[in-house]
């Protein structure tokens, strides 16, 4: 089992950047495929970023494609979500999510959450 805390997240104007972090509890992090998902409001949660357990693949919701970067320190137990060229439209509530399986954009295939933390982006 793992429990996972978001930070990072915060009011930003649009053009700009923020680093959101995933600290993961216990020894097995790295045993884990993670990714980013977000949900606005009155919208369904939806796909960012996954990558695979060593962190040698990502993938990416083609919204997010070349502003967004996933990675992860599996000695640190953190996964990381470096934002930049955020738009309005990226405002939501940010979850990192666990799998046991391979790294997937399917959120149901996803065992743990953490809580989520927002981001705000002003025009």
């Known amino acids: 089992q793992v429990q996972l805390v978001e930070s990072g997240g915060g009011l930003v104007q649009a053009g700009g950047s923020l680093r959101l972090s995933c600290a993961g509890s216990?020894?097995?992090?790295?045993?884990?495929?993670m990714a980013w998902f977000r949900q606005a409001p009155g919208k369904e949660r939806e796909f960012v970023a996954t990558?695979?357990?060593?962190?040698?693949?990502?993938d990416y919701a083609d919204s997010v494609k070349g502003r967004f970067t996933i990675s992860r320190d599996n000695a640190k137990n953190t996964l990381y979500l470096q934002m930049n060229s955020l738009k309005p439209e990226d405002t939501a509530v940010y979850y990192c999510a666990a799998t046991r399986t391979v790294y997937t954009s399917k959120s149901d295939l996803y065992d743990y959450w953490g809580q989520g933390t927002q981001v705000t982006v002003s025009s």
């Open positions: 990558i695979d357990r060593i962190g040698g693949i990502t």
């Open positions: 216990g020894r097995t992090f790295s045993s884990y495929a």
